[in-house]
């Protein structure tokens, strides 16, 4: 499979085809550049950790929606057993942007919902490019009524450009139904734990993040606007989005220095959409340690937690005139 790298890892992508055509050599002569192959790769793991030491807040966007990049349906198969989608809002139609059901993870019977980006044009169109319509958060709400019902935890995994903006889509309240989802969270009554794993953009991904415990995978980004929106508003160009990027403070590190993010999950190197197996590990780990840790809190305690860990977003000063 195609890595598909980006274009700050040419040289990345350079030594990987020496190595590989080295490796062809080798089976094809019968020789043994074994050493030399190993030398290679040591080199390829030095490099790699050096370019992504130094990674811009654009280029850490760019990971975080590298086509190769896990989506939620990629964690599911890993991380969750016997888990059944459920379909439908139950009042328009079912959007296959929201992916929502019941599972374990590690013996824990919960609820998972997140957003589903498409692999290949089919798809991506079938799924709006994770993009979801207003029919798509009010199946993730009839699925959180049914968590708080059953006393069970919800995890949700972010992973979107922002909810989709089509006439259709606001006909049908779109605007209303992201509303309603903030509203039921903060007053759903079970634990949630929402990880960010690619792309969490505007509302279209707040609307299934508020949260107990919030998680963001390393070159993940969460932001309130894409960084082409925000240089098209300032700049007047989606050229400047680079720059727009650098000024939102979206990347884990910036976000982290300002307590928006709970944890960080570290990626293996090169990002998520190399191994999938390790990340999705990562990702059940988390997991794990946060549902054990908000298990033995009460109903009332989990609430105020929620309204407090809210309360304590974002400063602002009031200067006398």
């Known amino acids: 499979m195609s890595l598909n790298y980006l274009e700050f890892e040419k040289p990345i992508a350079e030594l990987e085809e020496k190595i590989i055509e080295l ?3 080798s089976e094809n002569r019968s020789l043994n550049f074994d050493d030399e192959i190993e030398k290679m790769r040591t080199k390829n793991r030095v490099l790699t950790e050096e370019i992504f030491s130094r990674l811009t807040s654009w280029q850490v966007t760019q990971i975080a929606r590298h086509p190769l990049r896990p989506y939620t349906l990629d964690y599911v198969e890993r991380i969750c057993t016997e888990f059944q989608e459920l379909h439908g809002d139950r009042m328009f139609g079912d959007d296959p942007a929201i992916v929502a059901g019941i599972g374990k993870i590690e013996g824990y019977s919960v609820v998972l919902i997140g957003h589903q980006k498409g692999r290949d044009t089919r798809e991506r169109t079938r799924r709006n490019f994770g993009m979801p319509r207003p029919e798509g958060y009010r199946k993730a709400q009839r699925v959180m009524q049914l968590a708080g019902r059953f006393g069970l935890p919800v995890i949700t995994l972010i992973d979107t450009a922002g909810a989709y903006p089509g006439v259709g889509a606001e006909e049908r309240g779109q605007s209303e139904a992201i509303a309603r989802s903030l509203e039921l969270m903060a007053s759903l009554k079970t634990p949630i734990i929402s990880v960010v794993i690619g792309e969490g953009g505007s509302g279209g991904a707040l609307a299934i ?57 570290k990626e293996p190197l090169g990002g998520a959409h190399r191994n999938y197996d390790g ?27 929620r309204y407090q860990r809210l309360m304590e977003l974002g400063r602002f000063e009031v200067k006398s005139s």
């Open 23 to 25: 490796q062809r050599v």
């Open 209 to 265: 993040g508020v949260c107990d415990h919030l998680v963001m995978l390393e070159y993940a980004v969460y932001s309130v606007i894409s960084p082409e929106g925000c240089a098209s508003i300032l700049w007047k160009s989606a050229d400047k989005a680079a720059d727009a990027a650098d000024a939102m403070k979206m990347t884990t590190a910036e976000l982290s220095k300002h307590g928006l993010v709970d944890e960080v999950i």
């Open 279 to 305: 990340a999705a590990e990562s990702v059940r780990s988390s997991i794990v340690s946060a549902l054990e840790n908000l298990e033995d809190m009460s109903r009332t305690e989990l609430l105020e937690a």
